[in-house]
C-alpha cells in the first residue's frame, strides 16, 4: 500500500511525540531521577528535616545537636531561600545515588548553589559551646527553594521535534 507524501514523517513524528510524552524529557533520565529524588526529599522532610534560621544574616541554631536533621533553610535577600545540607546528610538524601552526580545534575539545571568550581558553598552557622554561642563556616550543599516550583521548566524547554 502506498504511502501519500510526507505521510511516513507524519507517523513516525507522531510515534516520536507519543514515545517522547511518556518519558517525560529528551534529557538523562538518571539526572531527572536525581533531581526528582532531592525535590522529593525536600518537600516531604522541609519542616522536619531542616530548622528555620533565627538571625538575619542567615545563621541558624544548630544547638539542638543531632537529631536526624539534614540542615537547614537560608534566606538570602532577593533571592529564593537555600535548603543547606550538611555534606553526610547530603549522602544520606541521595539515597544510594552518586551524592556528585547528583549534584552535577542539580548545578545543571540551576538549582544548586555553589562557588565557582565547586559543588557546595561556605555557609555561617551558629553552635553552641558551653555556654557561648560560636558563628563557623562550613561547606554545604545549598539547593534553590525554586526547585519546588520548577520542575517542568526544564522538560519544557527540552522538548524537541523529530527532524528528517
Request: aromatic fraction near 10%; charged fraction near 30%.
Amino acid at each position: 500500500m502506498p504511502w501519500d507524501n510526507g505521510e511516513s514523517n507524519a507517523a513516525a513524528q507522531k510515534c516520536f511525540d507519543d514515545w517522547l510524552q511518556k518519558r517525560g524529557t529528551t534529557g538523562s533520565l538518571e539526572e531527572e531521577d536525581a533531581v526528582a529524588c532531592i525535590r522529593s526529599v525536600i518537600a516531604t522532610n522541609g519542616p522536619t528535616k531542616f530548622s528555620r534560621p533565627l538571625a538575619a544574616l542567615g545563621e541558624a541554631d544548630l544547638s539542638w545537636g543531632n537529631s536526624g536533621r539534614f540542615g537547614f533553610v537560608q534566606n538570602v535577600r532577593k533571592e529564593p531561600p537555600r535548603y543547606c545540607f550538611f555534606p553526610d546528610a547530603w549522602k544520606e538524601a541521595c539515597a544510594g545515588r552518586d551524592p556528585d552526580f547528583v549534584a552535577d545534575a542539580l548545578k545543571r539545571r540551576g538549582f544548586l548553589v555553589h562557588d565557582k568550581g565547586r559543588r557546595n558553598l561556605p555557609v555561617k552557622i551558629k553552635t553552641r559551646q558551653g555556654d557561648q554561642d560560636v558563628v563557623k563556616q562550613i561547606r554545604m550543599f545549598a539547593v534553590s527553594e525554586s526547585i519546588l516550583y520548577e520542575p517542568e521548566e526544564h522538560e519544557k524547554s527540552a522538548r524537541s521535534t523529530l527532524s528528517w
